[in-house]
């Protein structure tokens, strides 16, 4: 919930005209667009009371303002692939104080840093706010060797080429990520740039230091998120599923005349009843057209469609139907035809064997196999997110 008047914010550049990956700033990693982590992230740093995001994309401003942000739009001539950050993030400090607050604090976060901690964060904008340094940014620790390149060959930068100590006798550097630089508001604008007065360093892991500017750092990204993204708790409205390979392991028996018959498991349909039994608006979703699928709604007691070949339209108009907003609907997959319907809402989720595809478009990938225990294992994590402690 956004403050009216609030002592620190977080400012986030994101235009939309980026060279390297385009649409850089909505692709997603982990399901979600990178400025609506971004915009997560800083939202959940308790001691940063609003955020802006700044933009000339509708793209842009539509995801994060879903996320919880508010827009500044940014003019043409500081939108260019020549304007600074700083530029940017002036802009819209002066936006936000036309409209009558006073911050004394300003948060600059990079939306192409996917794996910002909340806490390190946090921790920077109250050594700004304590008075401890003027600026903060985020670094993470290194004994790497640095090298340059001259005329009479490869030197040492960081350190004497012809003796090689041992990493316990280093002194150790840090390396800036880009990621988040904390600022006392008044000196940023005096001075027009994001370093000035007393400096100091929040350290934070390596791994959340990857800045994506290229295609192969978004798949890297992508790669790591299931490995760095551990939700305990899912704050959804509603659970969309597929059938084979969700509900089942995938496989069919066809008897002597071609009947088809599957394998369920009954934890998942406990696990089901107890999110019908919670409220929570349910859906199968099938590719699949024999009857078995429509039967085992029925047992459940869940809506069910199937026998359908472009899912992601059945999906929009079902939400719709119920004024449900995609980034609040989980959608369960396993295969390439889920992948529209992953890509489309907030969490995708996947079982573990899924195929590729599925595994790069999901936001949590479960740990028991489908018809083994994948749908009990996400209805306790959909419970745990609509218990009292986490509304």
């Known amino acids: 919930m956004l403050v009216s008047d609030p002592?620190?914010?977080?400012?986030?550049?994101?235009?939309?005209?980026?060279?390297?990956?385009?649409?850089?700033?909505?692709?997603?990693?982990?399901?979600?667009?990178?400025?609506?982590?971004?915009?997560?992230?800083?939202?959940?740093?308790?001691?940063?009371?609003?955020?802006?995001?700044?933009?000339?994309d509708d793209a842009i401003a539509a995801a994060a303002s879903e996320a919880g942000a508010s827009i500044v739009r940014r003019p043409a001539d500081i939108a260019g692939d020549q304007a600074s950050s700083e530029d940017a993030v002036l802009h819209a400090l002066a936006a936000i104080r036309a409209g009558g607050a006073s911050p004394?604090?300003?948060?600059?976060m990079q939306a192409t840093s996917p794996f910002i901690d909340a806490d390190a964060l946090d921790d920077a904008v109250a050594r700004v706010e304590d008075g401890d340094e003027d600026v903060v940014f985020a670094a993470f620790e290194t004994y790497a060797f640095l090298w340059k390149p001259s005329a009479a060959g490869a030197?040492?930068?960081?350190?004497?080429?012809?003796?090689?100590?041992?990493?316990?006798d280093r002194e150790p550097h840090f390396q800036e990520t880009g990621a988040f630089y904390v600022m006392d508001a008044a000196g940023f604008e005096r001075h027009r740039f994001r370093f000035f007065g007393r400096v100091g360093i929040q350290e934070v892991t390596a791994a959340s230091g990857l800045e994506i500017d290229e295609p192969a750092e978004l798949d890297m990204a992508r790669a790591l998120a299931p490995v760095l993204d551990k939700p305990r708790a899912i704050d959804a409205s509603a659970l969309v599923m597929d059938f084979d390979g969700v509900h089942t392991d995938d496989r069919v028996e066809v008897s002597e005349d071609g009947t088809e018959s599957v394998t369920v498991s009954r934890s998942d349909g406990m696990g089901l009843g107890m999110l019908r039994d919670a409220g929570l608006p349910m859906l199968i979703l099938s590719k699949e057209r024999n009857p078995v699928v429509e039967a085992r709604g029925r047992?459940?007691?869940?809506?069910?469609?199937y026998g359908v070949d472009e899912k992601v339209n059945v999906l929009r108009q079902w939400c719709e139907q119920r004024q449900i907003p995609l980034s609040s609907v989980i959608y369960v997959g396993n295969d390439v035809n889920d992948v529209s319907c992953l890509e489309v809402v907030g969490w995708p989720v996947v079982v573990p064997d899924a195929h590729p595809l599925a595994q790069r478009a999901a936001r949590i990938t479960l740990t028991r196999n489908g018809g083994r225990g994948a749908l009990r294992e996400l209805a306790e994590m959909i419970l745990a997110g609509r218990s009292p402690q986490n509304v």
């Open 7 to 56: 002592t620190a914010v977080a400012i986030i550049p994101a235009r939309g005209g980026s060279k390297g990956v385009p649409g850089k700033n909505v692709a997603r990693v982990g399901g979600v667009p990178l400025v609506a982590r971004a915009v997560r992230t800083a939202l959940a740093a308790p001691r940063i009371g609003a955020v802006y995001v700044s933009t000339d």
């Open 104 to 108: 004394s604090t300003v948060v600059f």
């Open 155 to 168: 030197q040492g930068v960081n350190h004497d080429h012809s003796f090689r100590p041992r990493r316990q």
């Open 299 to 305: 047992k459940l007691g869940v809506e069910t469609v």
